[in-house]
């Protein structure tokens, strides 16, 4: 038993010549555009530069797995498992995301990903790491990324692009948004307290009934914006829940 596993693991993070593991068959799961891997288990798996282009990974176990530069442009990873994932850099456009579980202990890396029109309703992105990530959207219809009701506690989020974003009903608490760019973003209802706002774009946000209990808005643009009903107590510091578990408020592993 020892020898097969060996054996997977070696077929599962072996790149093929020129280093892209596209076409490799890992636990019965062939890496390739619109390949059909429902449930598949890639954990740890080395699929760096792979093109998986319309995929189905419904429910698929990709933690610990190197998706760097991947192409998963519309790919369905609804109910997928990607903590402690490397997704840096790859493309995410129009993906569903739906219910996805993005936590396994560790950070799991987005910065710099491509995931306009992507649709993470519901997922779990705690304390993820979504610096410079482009999660805008043109503002109409299905174009519209959505993080609606997803978990974003202590995520790391500076410098995202957030435009027209919908977050409606988001936990945002303890977020960094620092010079993030959330210009007409859907911030109804949102839980943003103690989320670092400072010099954001929230021009013609949406942030009607939102909780912004001790949230730094400092330097933040908030011309146009809605904050009908929203909860304001001024920042003067916060001390975080998790601040008991040795996590920074706004730092990085």
């Known amino acids: ?40 288990n890639l954990r740890g798996a080395n699929l760096r530069g792979a093109n998986l282009r319309g995929a189905n990974l419904r429910g698929a176990d990709l933690r610990g797995a190197d998706l760097r530069d991947a192409d998963l442009l519309i790919a369905d990873l609804t109910g997928a498992y990607l903590g402690n994932a490397d997704l840096q850099y790859a493309n995410l456009r129009g993906a569903y995301l739906i219910g996805a579980d993005l936590w396994d202990g560790k950070r799991t890396d987005l910065r710099d990903t491509d995931l306009r029109g992507a649709d993470l309703t519901g997922a779990m992105l705690y304390r993820a790491d979504l610096r410079r990530a482009d999660l805008g959207g043109t503002g109409r219809g299905n174009n519209i990324s959505s993080l609606r009701g997803a978990d974003l506690r202590f995520a790391l989020m500076e410098d995202a692009v957030l435009i027209a974003t919908n977050l409606q009903g988001a936990n945002l608490n303890s977020a960094n948004l620092r010079d993030a760019v959330l210009i007409e973003a859907n911030l109804r209802d949102a839980d943003l307290e103690c989320t670092n706002l ?56």
């Open 1 to 40: 038993m020892a020898v097969v596993a060996a054996v997977l693991f070696a077929v599962a993070t072996a790149p093929v010549a020129g280093g892209s593991p596209a076409y490799l068959n890992i636990n019965g799961c062939v890496i390739e555009p619109s390949a059909n891997c429902e449930r598949a």
């Open 198 to 253: 400072k010099n954001a774009n929230l021009t013609n946000a949406d942030l009607r009934n939102a909780n912004l209990h001790g949230a730094n808005l400092h330097g933040a643009n908030q011309s146009g914006a809605n904050l009908e009903g929203a909860r304001m107590v001024e920042y003067t510091g916060c001390e975080p829940d998790e601040a008991r578990f040795g996590f920074g408020l706004f730092g990085s592993d």
